[in-house]
């Protein structure tokens, strides 16, 4: 019989081989949890904070759920309805923090997605040289994003774009929950509005691609918000298509007739329509009898601007006076302080000379400067203001109007509503993209169509909390922290001197 070995060498592999089983069920473990605390259906979340600063606000949640009932039915085929892509870039610090701030605001509606157990959200990284080819099926579908978005919500063939400045207010709180549920609910309509844009008097084109007579991107930014621009020869038509949300005047040459005048009046009495209608100066464009029910003068003038601070580096006219801050109209121009730009303009503003209605609202919404002035004669030298002849100043150049009583589709409360603007430039290829001409355009067109959702969440606190002490009471602090330990260290010394004595 052989003598026991002693060198426990037999035992050696079994201890190295449950020490790597314990690794690797160690690394199993860790991946297993995170995969699950990837996946929404497996999260669970409470928010105990006293203000529930961490949770979606009861619109926000009212409205994933809408989104989520709206969302396509099947099995697999609701995942991925909503793609919200998130644009990385390496700028300062503070844009950092406000995506880490999108982020966790976006990873909240990916969990309320999962709840309603859809999962129709999906959030993305992109920007970099990181996901190349999302950018390009994003560019390609939607136009490029220029480097001031940073969130793009995309749903079939519409999309969002959301800047930095649409994440917070002028005072610097945090309004990206806001800006988001805005978002959803323009991308997730099912039913697309119809504009409806006159044609036959040397109007802007639709997909006409010229700088200066076209409105091709117009056309598309209406489009990404999920309405359908088609045209219309008010001449040739008995009346304004019954299926149209609003309809665009841009820029006319040539005046509309009477009998296009009683379509639009009656479209807009009788079936409570919202027209959009943008003039300029030196033109007759023949509106006249449907701007007086209104309240609505454009009296045929072109604005002098002498302020310089009013003007471009280009030239053109940069208005920021706002009044009637609280009308939707002027939302965007007032809280990312942006101008309407444009190089001639002609004066829209309240006819003082109608006669009272208690049912009609008017508002003047956008103004020159003190010093500008309506100049009726601009061929005249030299310029200058004549009080017999011109519109004085402050020039009132956007002026909207609203009846306070009719149906419209089933819904009481506002009746037709008419938006005028005394420029089409605006709209224009070559100066949408500047100051504040596409937001301007794309809210109006969201009120006139009832889109316009009041979607108002409280702004959220910046997160970051500051610590202001004494170095007393850095002390202070340090010896109440240290207190529990020393103690037990001065037992621990206590036990061990008594231990080696005894």
Known sequence: MSSPRDDFGSVRPVRRLNRLTQALLAVALAVAVNTLASLPEFRLRRDISADRRHSLAPESVETVRAAGRRSPVGAGRARGWVRAVVLTSEKADEARFLRARLNKLLDAYVVETGRQGGHWLAVEQAGDGRNAPLLSELAGRHGAPDASVVLVLACGGRAKYLTYRDLVTKEGAFRGEEAVTSALIEVTE?????????????????????????MSLLSRQLRNRNFEVRTVDLATVGEVPRDASMVLVPGPVT????????????????????????????????????LSEWAIFTPDAELQEPDPARRTTDGDVGLLRLEAKEHPLTKP???????????????????????PDSTLGVWQLVFSSDAAWGETDPARRPLRYDPERDQPGPVCVVAAAERATGIRQGVGGAGGRLVVVGSSEIAANSRLDRGGN?????????????????????????????????????????????????????VGLAVSVWRRRS
């Open 190 to 214: 099912d039913k697309p509005a119809v504009c409806y844009v006159t044609k036959g008097h040397g109007e802007l084109g639709v997909e006409d691609a010229s700088p200066v007579r076209g």
């Open 333 to 355: 121009l007032r809280e990312q302080n942006l101008p309407l730009v444009a190089a001639r303009l002609r004066p829209a503003r309240f006819d003082e000379g109608s006669a």
């Open 255 to 290: 005046p509309f007739s009477a009998a296009e005048n009683d379509r639009l009046r009656r479209y807009l009495q009788e079936r409570n329509g919202r027209v959009l209608v943008l003039l300029d100066p030196g033109r007759d464009h023949g509106l006249e009898p449907v």
């Open 438 to 490: 596409r937001a301007f355009l794309t809210q109006a067109a969201a009120w006139l169509s009832d889109r316009e959702r009041a979607v108002s969440l409280p702004a959220r606190t910046g997160g970051e909390h500051q610590l202001t002490a004494t170095a007393a009471d850095f002390w202070a602090l340090a010896l109440r922290f240290a207190l529990i330990p020393l103690g037990v260290l001065a």
